[in-house]
């Protein structure tokens, strides 16, 4: 796997949090000032008649023995900025969160008050993507640090001298107030009255105050995701957030799916669903994806990057998953980039137009091993009317690497049936004025496929299996009577091999009965 190095800087943080601490009764800021370990805050909670707790990165503490009284609440209430429908406040020019807790009267019983931290230099770590001109859609779970990257994307964009302007519902990204953080930079923010408003404020961002860059933080409801496509479909960059893990679960969420251009059910022609070895209703993308590029954001040092999200979903639905970018940050801080799937592979090097000899097109094996402790290149096979469950089974037994692939123009061979093979469709007429290898099987056994597979990779098959004998004998025979011979008496068999037989010859259009008494009965194959 190729890995890249690039150039980072040392992370600058400013969280204001002498700010927080003034917000909260005596005894619990003098309390939280003992524990030191500021930069390892996360979070205070407090709740009616509960201790309250200070959440840290390693470990929860108390923070005082007696449990919290309404008068409590009430102190931090009167000190913090009004709570908005969200049921959400925050301190005038910092980037610290509390949330509140209702009972069913609207009373505060509970709050959770975030330390909101800025923490300049980390966009390093996607500062090429971001300043790409694509729409970036970031991706995690709560609390991995999404809101911080989308916060230092603002301010990079926006020192360059571009147009950038936040669509802030909650205040998370510029600080509560009027006047937004410093940590934004020249980017200009718009406020949300509410959070049920957030769409009409995305495309009131478009066309009131020309922006080149939108940046919007928790695209979580479907009017969002279609303000998202409006934006999008308008030339402006789009930078976001969504809650998620992978790629391949946002796919499964109903509301935020069309983000990456929804799924559909279609029905495939008979042609097409041979060529692909599916079944004829399969998932496709319904459309083109909102954003150009997605990122997994594992842990705050370590993400996955989507390059081209229409290519990763793509592959998804057809159970063909590419391998995703993925970089990290190591321990002397060095941003270590491993790339993925490679798009454009060159076909040069291929082996060129062969003969149709023992069941096999070409002459050349196309991944023979390599030297010994090196490993194995992937071979691309573009299967016609072959089962590709069957197939990634014979590569998962033997242990050889394979990616079957729907573009032919990609592919390193052909994999097809013998009856397909003499009705010369046009892909494999295609392939061999490519010069692709096209591999002919007898039958769609997976036996057969480890057989070829065993063959491309130079690799020696253990031939000591009975039923793989009884089996391998069994495709002789179709061979002989498919040649001319009247009649083909194969060797005795157990019941359950005989059933394997029968199989083989129905496959081929051959008749086939069983004769002889155990534990002599045998199977004779002959011709109408």
Do not use: W
């Given at each position: ?7 980072a800087t040392q992370p600058k943080i400013t969280d204001d949090l002498d700010a927080l601490l003034t917000v909260f009764p005596p005894e619990i800021s003098a309390r939280l000032r003992e524990f030191g370990d500021e930069g390892d805050l996360i979070e205070i909670v407090m709740d009616l008649g509960r201790r309250p707790e200070a959440r840290y990165v390693d ?461 002599n009965r045998r199977v004779r194959l002959y011709r109408e």
């Amino acid at each position: 796997m190729t890995q890249q190095i690039l150039t980072a800087t040392q992370p600058k943080i400013t969280d204001d949090l002498d700010a927080l601490l003034t917000v909260f009764p005596p005894e619990i800021s003098a309390r939280l000032r003992e524990f030191g370990d500021e930069g390892d805050l996360i979070e205070i909670v407090m709740d009616l008649g509960r201790r309250p707790e200070a959440r840290y990165v390693d470990a929860d503490r108390v923070l005082l023995e007696r449990e919290i009284t309404e008068d409590d609440i009430a102190y931090v209430v009167e000190r913090v900025g009004q709570f908005t429908d969200d049921n959400r406040a925050g301190i005038t020019r910092t980037l610290h969160r509390i949330s509140a807790i209702r009972n069913r009267q609207g009373k505060v019983v509970g709050l959770t008050c975030r330390v909101g931290r800025a923490v300049y230099g980390t966009i390093d770590i996607i500062q090429d993507i971001v300043t790409s001109g694509k729409s970036i859609l970031l991706l995690g779970r709560p609390g991995v640090g999404k809101t911080t990257l989308l916060r230092e994307a603002a301010r990079v964009l926006a020192d360059q001298g571009k147009r950038v302007v936040i669509v802030d519902t909650s205040n998370e990204i510029g600080g509560d107030g009027d006047i937004p953080h410093p940590a934004v930079g020249r980017a200009r923010r718009m406020q949300v009255r509410r959070p049920s408003e957030q769409h009409e404020v995305m495309i009131e961002a478009v066309e009131n105050h020309m922006p080149e860059v939108i940046i919007i933080d928790e695209i979580g409801r479907e009017l969002e995701a279609e303000a998202a496509r409006t934006i999008a479909e308008r030339g402006v960059q789009l930078i976001g957030t969504a809650h998620g893990r992978t790629l391949a679960n946002l796919l499964l969420n109903p509301t935020l799916s069309d983000l990456v251009g929804g799924i559909e059910s279609v029905t495939l022609s008979d042609e097409e669903a041979r060529r692909r070895g599916t079944q004829k209703s399969v998932l496709e993308r319904r459309s083109p994806p909102t954003f150009d590029v997605l990122i997994e954001i594992v842990d705050r040092q370590h993400l996955i990057v989507h390059h081209d999200v229409s290519k990763a979903v793509d592959a998804i639905l057809r159970d063909r998953p590419l391998r995703p970018e993925t970089r990290y940050r190591n321990e002397k801080g060095e941003i270590i980039v491993e790339k993925g799937d490679d798009l454009k592979k060159d076909r040069s090097g291929l082996p060129k137009r062969g003969r149709y000899e023992n069941g096999i097109y070409g002459d050349n094996r196309l991944g023979a091993r390599e030297e010994r402790g090196r490993a194995v290149r992937p071979v691309r096979i573009y299967p016609y009317g072959v089962g590709q469950n069957r197939l990634r089974s014979a590569a998962q037994n033997l242990g050889v690497p394979i990616e079957i692939i729907n573009d032919l123009r990609r592919a390193s061979a052909v994999i097809t049936l013998k009856n397909y093979y003499r009705k010369r469709p046009q892909p494999i007429g295609e392939a061999e004025e490519r010069g692709i290898p096209v591999y002919v099987l007898r039958s769609n056994t997976v036996h057969q496929m480890e057989v070829l597979l065993a063959d491309i990779f130079a690799l020696k098959v253990d031939t000591a299996d009975p039923v793989s004998i009884a089996i391998e004998e069994t495709m002789q025979g179709v061979e002989k009577v498919l040649s001319g011979a009247p009649v083909v008496e194969l060797s005795p068999q157990p019941p359950e091999v005989r059933r394997m037989q029968h199989q083989l010859a129905r496959e081929a259009n051959l008749i086939s009965h069983s004769y002889g008494r155990e534990p002599n009965r045998r199977v004779r194959l002959y011709r109408e």
